[in-house]
Structure formats: structure tokens, C-alpha cells
């Protein structure tokens, strides 16, 4: 109805005086056993909600940002030329290496470690 998604532990908000007040306002909470402070990132989707600590939401923003860009770029190859998607998922074992199937395709790409943070030895995540 209000065009953005809504995320909560039951179905309905607790109700009353003690639950409706704000009692404090840019102080630390814990919201489900997690801590969230002022300034920190709340992302959600329908797989779940994570809290980014904003000393580090910017350098998560941009990895997150560029393994998405190479995800499309996946599934365009993968549309083209069908075969075993593992050959191109180095995500769980890490950075990408630049010899490897999927360092090969970005480089038709134009995407490189001189101008990507995914690839080994391109940046200190």
C-alpha cells in the first residue's frame, strides 16, 4: 500500500502506552538480540534484514554494488552460452582470480582490478 516493505516479528506491532513512546531518540538499541546504533545501515529484502555498522556500510555498500554488477553479467553470459554456472562463482571461496573462467569474461567486460574491488589483491576487505 505505501510502496515499501514493511519487516516484523509477528503480525501486528505491540500495543499500549509502554510499547508507543519513544523513550529515547539516537541512542543504541537492540533490536532482536542485535545491535544497532545510530548511523548504522538496515537493509532488508524478502530473504531476511541485516544491520551494516556504519564504519564500514560504505566499503560493504561497494562489494555488495560490484557482485551484483557481476552477477548480471553472469547471467547474460549464461543466456547466451548455457553451461554449469559453477564455473563462474568464485563468491564463497573468495575474490575472484584474474586467470580464472570468470576473470576471463569480466575482461571482455572491461572490468578488471584496476577498476574493481573484487578481484584479488584489489582491496583490504
Not at 58 to 75: L, N, P, Q, T
Not at 78 to 93: E, I
Not at 98 to 124: C, H, M, W, Y
Given at each position: ?14 500495543q499500549g502506552p509502554a510499547f508507543m513512546q519513544p523513550w529515547r531518540c ?13 548511523g548504522d545501515a538496515i537493509v532488508g529484502d524478502q530473504d531476511g534484514v ?49 586467470d580464472s573462467p570468470l576473470g576471463r569474461l569480466l575482461a571482455t567486460k ?16
Amino acid at each position: 500500500k505505501y510502496g515499501f516493505p514493511c519487516f516484523s516479528y509477528s503480525t501486528t506491532a505491540r500495543q499500549g502506552p509502554a510499547f508507543m513512546q519513544p523513550w529515547r531518540c539516537n541512542d543504541v538499541v537492540s533490536v532482536g538480540g542485535t545491535v544497532v546504533r545510530p548511523g548504522d545501515a538496515i537493509v532488508g529484502d524478502q530473504d531476511g534484514v541485516v544491520v551494516v555498522p556504519a564504519k564500514v556500510a560504505e566499503k560493504v555498500y561497494s562489494i555488495a554494488h560490484g557482485r551484483e554488477e557481476i552477477e548480471e553479467i553472469i547471467k547474460a553470459e549464461l543466456t547466451l552460452n548455457p553451461g554449469p554456472p559453477g564455473v563462474y562463482y568464485p563468491f564463497m571461496s573468495g575474490k575472484i582470480k584474474v586467470d580464472s573462467p570468470l576473470g576471463r569474461l569480466l575482461a571482455t567486460k572491461g572490468i578488471s582490478p584496476e577498476n574493481s574491488n573484487q578481484f584479488e589483491g584489489s582491496a583490504d576487505w
